[in-house]
């Protein structure tokens, strides 16, 4: 069974400029050619910034697991930093 913390990937929650210290659980909910869909479960999502607009970002730990179909290569290192900024609901 994959573990998105352990095999894919390490994920940080940003609020304004500083990274919010929350535990939080992943699970992997589907992975296709096009897309991943990460669940997180927060511990206490009370904790979590409603003033603002969040953000996550994303390093990827082994982009190995990343081929793309047309090509066979793998994801390049310079791309294994990833944000998405987002609203997190109550």
Do not use: C
């Not at 894919?8 to 909910?29: R, T, V």
């Not at 969040?54 to 793309?68: A, E, R, V």
């Amino acid at each position: 069974m994959i573990d998105v913390q352990r095999d894919i990937m390490d994920i940080y929650l940003i609020s304004g400029e500083e990274q919010i210290d929350s535990e939080f659980f992943l699970s992997l909910e589907e992975w296709t050619e096009t897309h991943m869909k990460i669940k997180t479960n927060f511990t206490d999502p009370m904790a979590i910034s409603s003033k603002s607009t969040d953000k996550f970002k994303f390093k990827i730990k082994n982009p190995g697991l990343f081929i793309s179909k047309a090509s066979g290569q793998t994801m390049s290192l310079n791309s294994t930093d990833l944000e998405q900024e987002t609203t997190i609901p109550r």
